[in-house]
């Protein structure tokens, strides 16, 4: 102990006093004799112990039509070198040197979930930190390009998981072992990405297997603000502007062309979300059906406005079947006794009906004064407020159960 001391005493009285010889024969005396193609182990039947941690730096895109995940990462390794010790008293006090790589060996990591070429990381004017009893730090920062599965079921309230594993190319555990020196994934100069929050990470080795990884996971989950306003508020909106449909009086003829325009703007958003979800359809996305949903909601408003324009239309000479008569007289959907019931008098609808239509309807004022004729008109105003009501419900139930499904996912993770 009090040796050491002693030595760091010098180490610190004589730190100006070191030149640039020094570091010069420091470094020839180190690379004298060394060969980089040899394990730094002195048993060369004992493996190299890596000790291996991350510090991610940002999340750089995650593509999920590809499935790529690209972060930027620092990755640090260090190990023993039993070649690389020196007394530093030697050198004036010099207890550390850099050499760059290319000169020196180290491990040759690749990443075993890579997106496109298999390269080793790291380059060669990078260099490895060696200090006076042999301890070296090599930290290699790079963009790590991998392959991470998406699962888009709960889109845009997903969380993702993603792994960038390492593996020292070609090296059987007897050769090199990994040690994950930290837990967690170090996120010491990390800056926020706008899409993705990182929840938790986690750091998995396991030597049992047959050649030594290192696995960094990465838990996150997207922000869905951008989403909920760009999309699925719109569409909400878009659902109920459909609705409107049927307040429009008939006699303006806008009817057909406002729900087309509506069903139209529906399949425009289709189209947006259906570029940036991956073309699987292994989970399907949650969102997928609601879009899906909220077009058949929107045809099938398009088919009721001109079926009941045809109701509208009809003359009134033609007789309105029963059914309808008592639908209609049952939700009471019928203009006022008023007008229905002065309308037979009028001179000029008298002449163009019927004679037979005549005696229907004076029968009928006659007989039932209180109860007006239900005419195609009626039937037409209660078609309105029937499909009105079912496609208001529809899009309260459709809408609720897609955010109420999507909201449990986001308590659960
Ligand atoms: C450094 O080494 C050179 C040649 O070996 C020598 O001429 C010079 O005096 C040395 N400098 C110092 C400061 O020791
Ligand atoms: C590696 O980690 C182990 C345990 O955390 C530690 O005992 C050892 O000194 C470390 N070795 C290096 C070279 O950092």
């Not at 491990?107 to 260099?127: C, H, Q, T, Y």
């Not at 926020?192 to 030597?207: A, I, K, Q, R």
């Not at 407020?385 to 419900?393: A, D, E, G, Q």
Request: net charge neutral; glycine share 2%.
């Amino acid at each position: 102990m009090r040796t050491k001391i002693l030595v760091f005493f010098c180490i610190i009285l004589r730190v100006y006093s070191q030149t640039m010889n020094d570091s010069t024969k420091l470094i020839m005396d180190l690379l004298n004799g060394y060969d980089r193609l040899v394990r730094p182990v002195i048993d060369q039947s004992k493996p190299v112990s890596l000790n291996i941690s991350m510090d991610l730096v940002a999340i750089q895109e995650f593509d999920e039509v590809l499935d790529k995940f690209s972060v930027v990462a620092i990755v640090y390794i260090t190990w023993m070198d039993p070649r690389m010790m020196w007394n530093p008293l030697n050198y004036n006090g010099l207890y550390t040197t850099t050499i760059p790589v290319s000169d020196l060996w180290t491990p040759n990591l690749i990443v075993g979930n890579s997106f496109d070429k298999i390269e080793p990381i790291g380059a060669d004017w990078m260099r490895v930190r060696y200090y006076a009893n042999g301890f070296s730090l090599y930290s290699p920062g790079d963009v790590f390009k991998t392959t991470c599965s998406v699962d888009v079921t709960f889109y845009p309230f997903d969380t993702q998981s993603c792994k960038i594993m390492l593996i020292p190319w070609g090296s059987l555990p007897n050769e090199i072992t990994i040690i994950a020196s930290s837990d967690v994934v170090f996120q010491t100069f990390f800056s926020e990405n706008g899409e993705w929050e990182v929840l938790s990470t986690s750091v998995v080795t396991d030597e049992t297997v047959i050649f030594p990884f290192i696995q960094f996971n990465i838990k996150m989950k997207r922000r869905p603000t951008f989403f909920l306003v760009n999309v699925i508020l719109p569409i909400i909106f878009l659902g109920l502007l459909n609705i409107l449909v049927f307040l429009l009086p008939a006699e303006s003829g806008e009817r057909i062309s406002f729900a087309i325009t509506v069903l139209l703007s529906i399949a425009v958003f289709l189209t947006l979300v259906g570029d940036n979800l991956p073309k699987t359809s292994k989970p399907m996305s949650m969102i997928c059906y609601f879009l899906l949903v909220n077009l058949s909601l929107s045809t099938i408003i398009c088919i009721t406005t001109i079926l009941n324009l045809r109701f509208y239309h009809k003359p009134e000479w033609k007789p309105v079947p029963r059914l309808l008569v008592a639908i209609t007289r049952k939700l009471n959907c019928m203009s006022t006794p008023a007008r229905d019931a002065v309308q037979p008098f009028n001179p000029a609808t008298i002449n163009e009906i019927s004679g037979i239509e005549k005696a229907k309807i004076s029968n009928q004022t006659s007989n039932k004064e209180l109860v007006p004729a239900v005419t195609w008109k009626d039937i037409s105003r209660m078609v309105d407020k029937v499909t009105c009501t079912l496609s208001f419900l529809w899009l309260f139930v459709s809408s609720t159960t897609f955010i109420v499904m999507i909201s449990n996912n986001q308590e659960i993770t």
